[in-house]
């Protein structure tokens, strides 16, 4: 299986299912960074709500991110496939 991770530079480029990476800058100030990795539900101009472990990494949680704070966006796609992994 040959798994490949490109930035994303559109919403319009993200399909609900895809397995993505999103690093935010925190709103705690631009030193900090938060990164959530999961599977995409919606996204719209406002947020992005996706699936993803919890911070103890024990069970799935669901995820709204404003989009204001995401920095960049990685999408995992399985060349083998053609689908998103």
Do not use: W
């Not at 705690?28 to 996204?43: A, I, R």
């Amino acid at each position: 299986m040959t798994i490949v991770q490109y930035e994303v530079e559109d919403f319009e480029d993200l399909e609900i299912g895809d397995a993505l990476t999103i690093y935010t800058n925190s709103p705690f100030g631009l030193d900090y960074m938060h990164v959530f990795e999961g599977e995409l539900l919606s996204v719209n101009d406002k947020q992005l709500v996706m699936v993803c472990l919890n911070k103890t990494k024990t069970e799935l949680v669901e995820t709204k991110i404003p989009t204001h704070r995401i920095q960049q966006i990685n999408k995992q796609v399985n060349l083998d496939k053609g689908e998103t992994k």
